[in-house]
């Protein structure tokens, strides 16, 4: 079983940038793969990136494409979600899981998941 928080969300000016982190801990294997959500109120949960452990590789979904970039660091444990250029259509909570090592963006290939940060883009 993995474990993940997240952190890094808070209140940003629209335009603005914010990087969240998901910091994975428990059985890491090479066949995971982590995915980033999003959740706005009164809306399902949609996919915006996964992350292939093993081989660094990514996607990002379409529509997101050239503002946000998912990442990890060298050996550490965590990946990174950089948003560009926000807009107060991004608000909602953000969430990461684990699942196996796939590029997918469907909520129910994941397995674990995380609390969630919230991110409020506003004025």
């Known amino acids: 079983q993995v474990q993940l928080v997240e952190s890094g969300g808070g209140l940003v000016q629209p335009g603005g940038s914010l990087r969240l982190s998901c910091a994975v801990t428990?059985?890491?294997?090479?066949?995971?793969?982590i995915g980033w959500f999003r959740q706005a109120p009164g809306k399902e949960r949609e996919g915006i990136a996964s992350?292939?452990?093993?081989?660094?590789?990514?996607h990002v979904a379409d529509s997101l494409k050239g503002r946000f970039t998912v990442s990890r660091e060298n050996a550490e444990n965590t990946v990174y979600l950089e948003m560009n250029s926000l807009q107060s259509e991004d608000t909602g909570t953000y969430y990461c899981?684990?699942?196996?090592?796939?590029?997918?963006?469907?909520?129910?290939?994941?397995?674990?998941w995380g609390q969630g940060t919230q991110v409020t883009v506003s004025s």
């Open positions: 899981a684990a699942g196996p090592a796939a590029l997918s963006l469907l909520v129910q290939w994941y397995d674990d």
């Open positions: 428990g059985s890491i294997l090479d066949n995971y793969a």
């Open positions: 992350f292939k452990w093993y081989d660094g590789s990514s």
